[in-house]
């Protein structure tokens, strides 16, 4: 039902900043809680940072706290992930997930999400 394409990854230096974006298509998104997560190979994926649908309010994961941003435009079915800072730690495949049902005890599970990305590659280089 709905479908979802990130964009915006690339190669940056270690303290520089990237945008990314996650559109949606095939229905509208404004009521959907939306999070991104990330992974490396041979890594669980691991959560990054979400909003609610309803009230807007955003999650970080301690990791990235105070350095992402995640924000939603729901006129244009388009959620971002704003990268400040960026270390080589962060440097992984990066997907967007979306979810009718969700809570905040389960935001971080991956099983907490219906939609799924195809993921964008971000690098970080020293």
């Known amino acids: 039902q709905v479908q979802l394409v990130e964009s915006g990854g690339g190669l940056v230096q270690a303290g520089g900043s990237l945008r990314l974006s996650c559109t949606a298509s095939?229905?509208?998104?404004?009521?959907?809680?939306m999070a991104w997560f990330r992974q490396t190979p041979g890594k669980e994926r691991e959560f990054v940072a979400a909003?609610?649908?309803?009230?807007?309010?955003?999650y970080y994961s301690d990791s990235v706290k105070g350095r992402f941003t995640i924000s939603r435009d729901n006129a244009k079915n388009t959620g971002y992930l704003q990268m400040n800072n960026l270390e080589p730690e962060d440097t992984a495949v990066y997907y967007c997930?979306?979810?009718?049902?969700?809570?905040?005890?389960?935001?971080?599970?991956?099983?907490?999400?219906?939609?799924w990305g195809q993921g964008t590659q971000v690098t970080v280089s020293t």
């Open positions: 095939g229905r509208s998104t404004s009521n959907y809680a």
């Open positions: 909003v609610s649908g309803s009230s807007g309010t955003p």
């Open positions: 997930a979306a979810s009718i049902a969700w809570s905040t005890w389960l935001m971080a599970r991956t099983s907490s999400y219906h939609y």
